[in-house]
């Protein structure tokens, strides 16, 4: 959702939504690639996790061997994609793929891999950015860091459904980090991502409907500190698949104000 918002912000006539295909094929190839290079990375803990045991690389219906070729061809596919656009993108992409090979193993080393993801899940922002405009404006990096946060904090919302499991196995993450106070800095988190989301819509002077989507998400995202009060697991994860409906009001809002400025009264 956040490279679906870098493409139509950055998206000016019908040449550029051309390129903005291209880029959105491209993240969803690097996503794909991303989810397979974590489940390798991971085939030491999924085994020993109730909610990853079921995987094909833990259940050894996909063999190391083979997740790693069918990485390799998403990631060569969504490369020749990006030699499709120009240069800036091109060199941009390179950073992409390290983001997006490197995050899983940090779960090892740190405790803030939400915060990587967030990095790697939120580069095809400033890439759309310089696909469609050949540059990446104050602005790009702006709603770059308001998808950091966000993305830390839906994904502590995942990383508290296997918290037991990962203490256990030695594996980190902000869940472990926060401990205790694990929903006041969650309550941190989108509180961050709102401020830059809103410093976003001044900066860009957006109208009507993009802060009415922007009040929208404030709403979903405060009820899912009403789902996950108790901590349980299921209630953790339920919370986690809410920012899809948080991402989809985001996007929607950015949509209407920029392909169609009438709306914005």
């Known amino acids: 959702m956040a490279d679906l918002v870098g493409a139509v912000a950055g998206s000016q006539g019908d040449a550029a939504d051309l390129a903005a295909g291209r880029v959105l094929a491209g993240v969803w190839l690097t996503r794909s690639a991303g989810c397979v290079i974590n489940d390798y990375a991971d085939r030491w803990l999924d085994p020993n996790v109730e909610r990853t045991r079921q995987r094909p690389l833990a259940t050894g219906a996909v063999s190391g061997r083979e997740a790693l070729a069918v990485f390799a061809v998403l990631m060569l596919v969504a490369f020749a994609l990006v030699l499709t656009l120009n240069r800036l993108t091109a060199y941009m992409s390179i950073i992409g793929v390290l983001l997006a090979a490197s995050y899983p193993y940090l779960k090892r080393h740190t405790y803030l891999p939400q915060v990587y993801l967030g990095m790697a899940f939120g580069w095809g922002i400033p890439m759309g950015?310089?696909?469609?405009?050949?540059?990446?404006?104050?602005?790009?990096?702006?709603?770059?860091?308001?998808?950091?946060?966000?993305?830390?904090?839906?994904?502590?919302?995942?990383?508290?459904?296997?918290?037991?499991?990962?203490?256990?196995?030695?594996?980190?993450?902000?869940?472990?980090?926060?401990?205790?106070?694990?929903?006041?800095?969650?309550?941190?988190?989108?509180?961050?991502?709102?401020?830059?989301?809103?410093?976003?819509?001044?900066?860009?002077?957006?109208?009507?409907?993009?802060?009415?989507?922007?009040?929208?998400?404030?709403?979903?995202?405060a009820y899912q500190f009403v789902i996950a009060r108790g901590r349980s697991r299921e209630a953790c994860f339920r919370a986690f698949l809410h920012n899809h409906w948080v991402g989809m009001v985001v996007f929607a809002g950015i949509a209407l104000d920029l392909r169609w400025p009438a709306a914005s009264g």
């Open 129 to 221: 950015f310089a696909a469609l405009t050949g540059g990446v404006p104050p602005l790009a990096w702006l709603l770059y860091v308001a998808n950091i946060f966000w993305a830390t904090a839906y994904d502590t919302w995942y990383a508290m459904v296997d918290r037991d499991d990962d203490l256990r196995m030695g594996a980190k993450s902000t869940a472990i980090l926060f401990g205790e106070m694990d929903l006041v800095a969650q309550a941190l988190l989108f509180a961050c991502m709102f401020m830059a989301l809103a410093l976003v819509g001044r900066e860009a002077q957006m109208g009507l409907p993009y802060w009415v989507g922007l009040a929208l998400a404030l709403v979903l995202v």
